[in-house]
């Protein structure tokens, strides 16, 4: 039996913010900030993108006005929550000299405690993608491990779809059925703004008791529903059927080098991809060479250096680390970890300088069969 | 270790600003350590101690513009064990490289009374045009804390951890908002080394290509996204390429595309 809905008047919502806050949380939420919506630490709903929009395309990315109150209405913020989970740097230990050899010293800092709040379900998608890179098989990423473990998540439904977004092709989204705390879905109607909200764990439902609510309407529900219907039937973009055996099969496909003259091999896709982890280690000394440290770094498959091995790269060429990117993210991803390594959000589109269209590339080359 | 085993440092410049030399003072705090850990044998700049060769470690601001710089350079290269350049003009020529898309007698004659007197090459090049050079390190001006890593990497015999990538890589590491993709705004970041650390696109304008090209940079496909998309016109997607670093290869060749 599910849980029963309930819905949290807008005026209420900010009771979420100061209970999550005392329980020990630090809330981040989706702000506005330098012309896009970004995740970061919120304290009040005040702070969410009230009557704000996006826009967005391959290679484009505008805030736009909406003309109602959502605190919702965006697609999804720039970056995911990977920054938050997975730091884009992170001191591993530091190592001091002792005699003629050295001393780790590990760091010992605790770990974070974010509460997410507007997770979106492709979102959600992402972190349960990662949680099988950093803790599936038997070396688990203790400090992601632990960040996961003390998050916690308030996913909020989409009421529409971006136009990059193809979640419901990757079936990501829009909804969620699992891996959230709280679920909220956002409905405005006249001066009705309330959100339908259900809980999706113990640790939900604790928090969801203490809130102030009321019993669903059949119009909240009913509208919920349709928004999110809504952004299914919206996306304007899919990922074909069938691409991880499409791209397995066609490694020698000409159509690499025609993405190669396109792609400027930035790296802007891996870095904006809510799964993408590769990293690399970075060794530096102090100028005494008495000090040491260890810290990982995001990297990048598009970097020469990330596929360097003894006599030069790997990968050489831009069709070949587009290829490398691609058929991972879509095709080998399953035979490593189980599922695809895209959710459908569409980042990667809106955030490449030159708008390459991973599902458009998918077509080519299924065309080019 | 004593004083006679510290490392000996020197530190010359050639036709520059001063500005990447100005770096190594500006370190404040770390300039202690690195004067605990070399001693400074030449270095104008900081100081009239003029002592001779030979050098552990030389770093080379400047681009060779005269004749009197390309025999200078040979000498200091001999009398160094490591040499390092430091800065656009080191690495690729510098801003004084647009003379090499002109001829250099146009310019003599209208910036100076006395062209006469002015001995100077037909073209500004980097170091690397004349001599070995074992690392080049990028910026106008250079990043210090990308020049305390390399004189922290040659002195404990490690590699830098100097990043070859692009810009972009940078930009989201921070968190900075795309201004190319947010706000319509030209950027060369996708073709630029990264090393600044994102500063331009952090104060809501496009990279000027401070740090020269990065690995593998298709100038060609920013170059069509700014004429087809952004609206640029040809000369001012000329002018994007043809700066500071003028006259490395990759911003060369494209710049010359829209001449």
């Not at chain 2, 104060?203 to 401070?210: A, I, L, Q, V, Y």
């Amino acid at each position: 039996m599910p849980d029963r809905q309930a819905v949290i008047d807008r005026k209420d919502l900010g009771a979420l913010f100061t209970l999550l806050a005392d329980e020990g949380y630090q809330t981040i939420g989706p702000k506005p900030y330098d012309g896009a919506i970004v995740y970061a630490p919120i304290s009040s709903p005040e702070e969410l993108p009230k009557g704000i929009g996006d826009e967005e395309e391959g290679g484009h990315y505008r805030l736009t006005q909406r003309g109602d109150a959502k605190l919702f209405g965006h697609t999804k913020p720039v970056q995911g929550l990977k920054a938050h989970l997975y730091p884009a740097r992170q001191k591993l230990w530091s190592a001091e000299k002792a005699g003629h050899g050295f001393r780790v010293v590990k760091d010992a800092a605790p770990q974070p405690r974010y509460a997410f709040i507007g997770v979106r379900a492709c979102e959600l998608s992402a972190m349960l993608v990662q949680d099988r890179v950093f803790e599936g098989g038997p070396y688990v990423d203790k400090g992601y491990a632990e960040r996961r473990k003390n998050c916690l998540i308030v996913l909020v439904t989409c009421d529409h779809a971006g136009n990059a977004c193809f979640c419901a092709s990757q079936g990501t989204g829009p909804d969620a059925s699992e891996g959230y705390d709280l679920k909220l879905a956002e409905v405005v109607d006249g001066s009705r703004h309330v959100f339908v909200t259900e809980a999706g764990s113990d640790k939900g439902r604790a928090i969801l008791s203490k809130l102030s609510k009321q019993d669903a309407a059949d119009g909240d529900v009913k509208a919920a529903a349709a928004n999110l219907e809504a952004a299914a039937k919206g996306q304007k973009r899919a990922m074909i059927a069938g691409v991880a055996e499409l791209l397995a099969a066609k490694l020698e496909s000409p159509h690499w080098e025609d993405v190669a003259k396109r792609c400027m091999s930035c790296g802007n896709c891996t870095m904006v991809c809510p799964t993408c982890f590769c990293s690399t280690m970075e060794d530096a000394t102090d100028l005494s060479g008495l000090k040491a440290e260890r810290t990982r770094k995001w990297d990048s498959c598009f970097s020469i250096d990330y596929s360097y091995i003894h006599g030069g790269p790997v990968r050489n060429t831009a069709g070949a680390r587009y290829r490398q990117w691609m058929t991972h993210k879509l095709s080998h991803w399953v035979e490593q970890f189980g599922v695809s390594g895209c959710v459908g959000c569409g980042r990667c589109i809106i955030w490449c300088p030159v708008g390459i269209d991973i599902t458009a590339e998918a077509k080519a080359i299924l065309k080019g069969a | 270790m004593s004083a006679r085993e510290k490392p000996r440092l020197g530190v010359f410049k050639f036709s520059s600003c001063d500005g990447c030399q100005l770096s190594l003072l500006d370190c404040e705090l770390e300039l202690l350590a690195v004067t605990d850990a070399v001693e400074i044998a030449y270095f104008l700049e900081a100081t009239r101690k003029d002592m001779k060769g030979p050098f552990d470690v030389v770093l080379v601001e400047g681009s060779i513009t005269t004749p009197h710089e390309a025999e200078l350079i040979r000498q200091i290269r001999k009398s160094s064990k490591v040499l390092i350049t430091i800065g656009a003009c080191a690495t690729s020529g510098g801003i004084q490289a647009l003379r090499n898309f002109a001829d250099v007698n146009g310019f003599l004659d209208i910036v100076y009374a006395r062209p006469d007197y002015i001995e100077t090459l037909d073209t500004a090049t980097p170091i690397a045009d004349h001599v070995q050079v074992d690392f080049e390190l990028r910026g106008c001006p250079i990043n210090k804390y990308q020049l305390l890593e390399v004189l922290n990497a040659f002195l404990n015999k490690r590699k830098p951890n100097i990043q070859n990538y692009a810009e972009c890589i940078e930009c989201k590491q921070r968190g900075t908002v795309c201004v190319m993709v947010a706000k319509g705004v030209a950027c060369l970041g996708p073709v630029t080394q990264a090393g600044c650390g994102g500063l331009c696109p952090a104060s809501h304008r496009g990279c000027f290509g401070c740090f020269g090209p990065m690995e593998t940079p298709n100038t060609t496909a920013l170059a069509d996204r700014f004429l087809n998309e952004l609206g640029q016109d040809k000369g001012t997607v000329l002018r994007a390429f043809r700066s500071f670093n003028a006259n490395a290869p990759a911003f060369r060749e494209e710049s010359l595309k829209h001449e």
